[in-house]
């Protein structure tokens, strides 16, 4: 007779895991959105739970043919100006509010949205992603003055010599009647001027007609996963920052591959003669501007320089290529508003042009004395130069409240995002899905008080380059590209919906 029975181990069915992992997850996502104290900020159900919601959202905007943000503008007639889009996060949408979240008071770090764009595998960092402002302002220090206003004029003359190319290119399809991609011509100038002013050289795309590195694409695929990540986090922990991804080498795209090689040679040419780089005081491009640097801030180390000027072509090339090609759609579309630019430019002192008897690049100054041009361009980047990620801000431990009297606890993520805020119907009027340049120059019997006023609370509203200490610093660089474009090529060329560029006659 046996002395005890066996034991029977039978196994927990897989049912009853899967049913305890949901509801543990459910249990988890309630408790946290719960603590996160929010419940008086209105949203869609879903988002109080989970940052789901807003990725799928984001991934949305990526894949679909929804307008931009669409779901962002609906949430304001719905939900009014403050909404809960997430378990932390609130989206504002009062211009009211835009000092209280960004200005130089508050000076609240940036949110966990932001670590998208940390380069992964080093301890490297765009400005972008820097959270707090002291560390911001250590980075930001040594660089600031190579993208200052004074600095303009020092990189005029690579953007003179890429249009010349760029018009070069137009003139030989217009000589033999063959249909061009404006679209594509300049967003491959806008990559080639943006690498001659950073590195001095550019990376070729003029010259092959084509996104031969496949650059341009990997790019735009970049923007889309960060506009989702941004969202969604979690999914760049999953993904870009899994441990695992590390077993696996990637071979390095031929665009980094480029910029270590120029920087490695310059560094080079700047240890054998250090005077090469600057020329009293003044220097040609970013890269030597960069290298100069390392005299005063050690922090400027060798792959610091790599990286910062890799990722101001990158970073700088995307937003004016979009604010180019929202510029080219609606012109082909509008010849009268083409005349009506065109005539404007003729208006100018032509004397004062360079080279204005070869048809030469319009100088910035003259371009900056444009009005009509000057409200094409804003509107270029009301509608497509605004990022679509939300500008997230971490409310700090004494909480934040909001002009609206709205009380942000601490922990709690604030953000607003560029494209829905240009898209105020009641910033911008009732047709603000529309490009119309006009609703930045003054109205028929509008005073000039009134005129300003309307277009001090738009230009407020505007936060396409960020606001306050943490504002891109790179804007002033876009701003010199696309006054000088549309001025110079404007004034030599009509372009049609077939896509050949015609001289003026």
């Given amino acids: 007779m046996a002395l005890s029975t066996p034991l029977i181990l039978q196994a927990v069915s897989p049912l009853y895991l899967l049913a305890g992992f949901l509801l543990s997850t459910v249990v988890y996502l309630f408790v946290q959105s719960k603590r996160a104290n929010l419940d008086h900020i209105p949203g869609p159900t879903l988002a109080k739970y989970s940052n789901i919601w807003r990725g799928y959202r984001a991934w949305r905007l990526n894949h679909h043919t929804e307008g ?138 003029l010259d092959h007609g084509d996104d031969f590195n496949g650059m341009i694409q990997a790019q735009r695929e970049n923007f889309r996963y960060i506009s989702v990540a941004n969202n969604f986090p979690f999914l760049d922990t999953l993904t870009k920052r899994n441990p695992l991804l590390k077993l696996f080498k990637k071979k390095p795209s031929m665009f980094f591959t480029f910029a270590r090689r120029v920087v490695s040679e310059r560094l080079a040419q700047a240890t054998k003669d250090p005077e090469s780089q600057s020329q009293g005081g003044r220097h040609e491009d970013l890269l030597g501007s960069f290298i100069a640097a390392r005299k005063s801030y050690p922090l400027m180390t060798d792959i610091r320089i790599t990286h910062i000027t890799a990722t101001n072509v990158l970073a700088g090339a995307n937003n004016s290529a979009r604010a180019m090609d929202a510029t080219i759609h609606w012109l082909t579309a509008h010849p009268e508003a083409q005349e009506r630019l065109y005539s404007e430019i003729k208006s100018v002192n032509m004397s004062a042009m360079k080279e204005a008897e070869t048809e030469g690049p319009a100088a910035l100054e003259l371009a900056l004395k444009m009005p009509y041009l000057d409200a094409v361009i804003q509107e270029s980047y009301r509608q497509f130069g605004a990022p679509a990620n939300n500008l997230e801000r971490l409310v700090g431990d004494a909480g934040l409240t909001l002009p ?75 701003q010199l590209e696309l006054y000088k474009i549309w001025a110079t090529l404007l004034r030599i060329y009509k372009v049609s919906n077939y896509g050949v560029p015609c001289p003026v006659s």
């Avoid at 993520?413 to 490009?435: E, I, K, T, W, Y």
């Fill in 68 to 205: 931009v943000n669409n779901y962002q503008i609906q949430m304001i007639g719905q939900y009014g100006d403050v909404v809960r889009i997430g378990p932390k996060h609130v989206l504002v949408y009062d211009p009211e509010a835009i000092d209280t979240i960004y200005g130089f008071r508050e000076r609240l770090d940036k949110g966990p949205g932001y670590k998208v764009f940390v380069m992964t595998g080093t301890d490297q960092t765009a400005l972008v992603s820097i959270k707090d402002e002291k560390t911001h302002g250590m980075y930001r220090r040594p660089i600031a003055h190579a993208y200052s206003l004074s600095s303009l004029k020092g990189y005029e003359p690579y953007i003179d010599q890429m249009i010349e190319k760029l018009i070069g290119e137009l003139d030989k399809h217009d000589a033999d009647g063959t249909p061009i991609n404006m679209t594509r011509w300049l967003q491959y100038w806008a990559f080639d001027v943006m690498s001659k002013i950073s590195f001095g050289e550019p990376i070729g795309f």
């Fill in 404 to 478: 609206n009297g709205v009380h942000l606890p601490p922990g709690s993520v604030v953000c607003m995002n560029a494209a829905s805020m240009s898209m105020l119907p009641h910033v911008f009027g009732q047709d603000a899905r529309v490009f119309n340049p006009d609703r930045w120059m003054q109205q028929r019997g509008e005073s000039d008080e009134a005129f300003h006023e309307r277009r001090w609370r738009m230009q407020r509203a505007m936060i396409v380059f960020g606001h306050g200490s943490r504002s891109c610093i790179g804007k002033n660089i876009v």
